[in-house]
C-alpha cells in the first residue's frame, strides 16, 4: 500500500512568487493535514481537510491556504512568497476518525530567496 | 489548551543500553498521545500511540511507551538502543477543539545520539 505521496520533493522560489504543493493520501483516507515544520517554530498545524471540507485552521496568514478534492488528493497555496516561508511542508492523512493513525509524507522542502 | 513538553532537547545512550525520552502532557479530557521519529531531510514516521486500554503500548521497531495518569506522562522507551534509532524524536497530542479532527499539536523534539 502507498504511502502519503507529496510533490515536488524540493523547490527554491523567489520572494513574492506564490507556490502550490501537492499531496496524495494513503488509497481510503479521507482526512488530510498540512504541517510547516521550522527549526525556530518546530511543527506547526496549518489546516485539515476532511471529505472536501476544511475542518481545522490553524494560526497562519490569509496567504496560506488549502483544497481538498473528491479523491482525497490535497494542495496547499502560499501566495506573495516572505524569506521566513522557507521549511519543510508536511502533509499527513487518515481515515478520518478520531484515534486514527496519522500517516505522514515525507515533505516539500521550500526555500524561498 | 492541549499541550506536550519534551523537557530534553537532547539524550545521549551508549549502543545496547536502555534509553527513554520523556514526554509529559497538558489536556482536557482523555489524551490522545502519539510517537512519531523523523530521520535527517525525512518525513515523520509513526512509533505508536495510546488512545486507551493498556498503560504499555508497543510499537515498530522494538519501541514501546508507557501512559502515566498520574504523571500526565506519555515517555518512550526501548530496552536496548542501537546506533539507527539516532534521530529526531516528536511527541504529540491529538487537539480537542469540541469536534472531530485529526490536528496533532507536537512537542519541540528530542535528539536522540546512540553512541557505538
Known amino acids: 500500500k502507498a504511502g502519503v505521496t507529496q510533490t515536488p520533493r524540493y523547490l527554491i522560489k523567489t520572494r513574492g512568487q506564490q507556490v502550490t504543493l501537492s499531496c496524495s493520501p494513503i488509497?481510503?483516507?479521507?482526512?488530510v493535514s498540512w504541517y510547516q515544520q521550522t527549526p525556530g517554530q518546530g511543527l506547526q498545524f496549518l489546516f485539515e481537510?476532511?471529505?472536501?471540507?476544511?475542518?481545522n485552521k490553524g494560526n497562519f496568514p490569509g496567504r496560506f491556504s488549502g483544497r481538498q478534492f473528491s479523491n482525497s488528493r490535497s494542495e496547499m497555496n502560499v501566495s506573495t512568497l516572505e524569506l521566513g516561508d522557507s521549511a519543510l511542508y508536511l502533509c499527513?492523512?487518515?481515515?478520518?476518525?478520531?484515534?486514527?493513525?496519522?500517516?505522514f509524507g515525507e515533505g516539500s522542502w521550500l526555500t524561498v530567496v | 489548551a492541549q499541550s506536550v513538553a519534551q523537557p530534553e532537547d537532547q539524550v545521549n545512550v551508549a549502543e545496547g543500553n536502555p534509553l527513554t525520552v520523556k514526554c509529559t502532557y497538558s489536556v482536557s479530557g482523555n489524551p490522545y498521545l502519539f510517537w512519531y521519529v523523523q530521520y535527517p531531510n525525512r518525513g515523520l514516521q509513526f512509533l505508536l500511540k495510546?488512545?486507551?486500554?493498556?498503560?504499555l503500548v508497543k510499537g515498530s521497531y522494538g519501541f514501546e511507551a508507557e501512559f502515566n495518569k498520574s504523571q500526565t506522562s506519555f515517555h518512550l522507551k526501548k530496552p536496548s538502543a542501537l546506533v539507527s534509532d539516532s534521530a529526531l524524536y516528536f511527541c504529540a497530542v491529538r487537539d480537542r477543539p469540541g469536534g472531530a479532527t485529526n490536528k496533532l499539536i507536537f512537542g519541540t523534539g528530542t535528539l536522540l545520539a546512540v553512541q557505538p
Open positions: 495510546y488512545i486507551t486500554g493498556d498503560n
Open positions: 488509497s481510503g483516507h479521507r482526512s
Open positions: 481537510y476532511f471529505s472536501e471540507t476544511q475542518r
Open positions: 499527513a492523512s487518515s481515515l478520518g476518525e478520531t484515534g486514527n493513525t496519522i500517516y
